[in-house]
């Protein structure tokens, strides 16, 4: 592949690691893309420390503003979202409601899903099945998924009409509430917002890459 794209993204096929992803190919943007293998601890590796001193994925690069890194999922969202103008409101008051639901996302919904994924499926299978710590993420999920069953009541996105980065931020962790043993019965317009980005076929793409990995979503192919 040749390495002369304006974004050079450092990603793996994860909740966070797709969010880039899905912005780029939705904004129709080439990139180049490193698969960072966790298999081979690439994420702890001095090179990539270098970039993303919290050693994990994903990390942007963009050679067109002097490489320039940006690490933290929403604010590479949020740099992109600024850079192409796009998938981001114009208004103040949409921008800010983007980032409001933006950050309920990375301080809420990423961290209570991910603990509830860690302790069900990680922890437990090591045989540190902790029943106290399984219950208070996989409640506090469900509590955050209601929130935003009750923001979608009435709403396509999560700011009114348009698909923005706070939506593409938030599909990739409560999408994956099979992986988090959390139900979202009961939930319909959460639902149904789920079957709206569903239908995108960009952001479906973005599900493949930089591999697909499709056990977060049940068998479902969503
Ligand atoms: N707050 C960070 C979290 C990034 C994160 O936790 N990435 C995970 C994959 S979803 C990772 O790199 N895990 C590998 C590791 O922990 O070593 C962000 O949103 O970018």
């Known amino acids: 592949m040749s390495q ?3 974004i ?7 909740m966070n690691g797709w969010k880039p992803v899905v912005f780029l190919e939705e904004a129709g943007i080439e990139y180049d893309v490193t698969h960072i293998d966790f298999s081979q601890k690439e994420q702890k590796s001095e090179d990539y420390l270098k970039l993303n001193p919290n050693g994990r994925i994903p990390t942007i690069v963009d050679r067109s503003n002097n490489d320039f890194v940006v690490f ?27 980032l409001q639901w933006l950050m309920f996302q990375m301080a809420g919904v990423g961290p209570m899903m991910g603990q509830a994924m860690y302790f069900q499926r990680i922890a437990a299978k090591n045989g540190n099945e902790d029943p106290f710590a399984i ?3 996989v409640d506090e999920s469900r509590r955050l998924l209601e929130v935003l069953n009750t923001r979608l009541t009435a709403r396509t ?31 319909p317009h959460l639902q149904k ?8 076929p960009a952001t479906q ?17 969503c």
């Open 8 to 14: 050079h993204l450092y990603t793996a096929s994860t």
């Open 205 to 221: 793409r973005a599900l493949e890459i930089p591999e697909p990995y499709w056990a977060f979503f049940e068998k479902r192919r």
């Open 4 to 6: 002369s794209k304006d």
């Open 157 to 187: 996105y999560l700011v009114d009409e348009q698909y923005t980065i706070a939506d593409m931020a938030t599909y990739t962790w409560a999408r994956a509430y099979y992986w988090a043993k959390v139900s979202v019965a009961g939930l």
């Open 193 to 200: 917002w789920f079957e709206r980005i569903d239908a995108r």
């Open 72 to 98: 933290e999922s929403g604010a590479i969202l949020w740099y992109l979202a600024e850079k192409y103008d796009r998938f981001l409101p114009q208004s103040a008051e949409g921008r800010s409601e983007t």
């Open 135 to 137: 219950k208070r993420y």
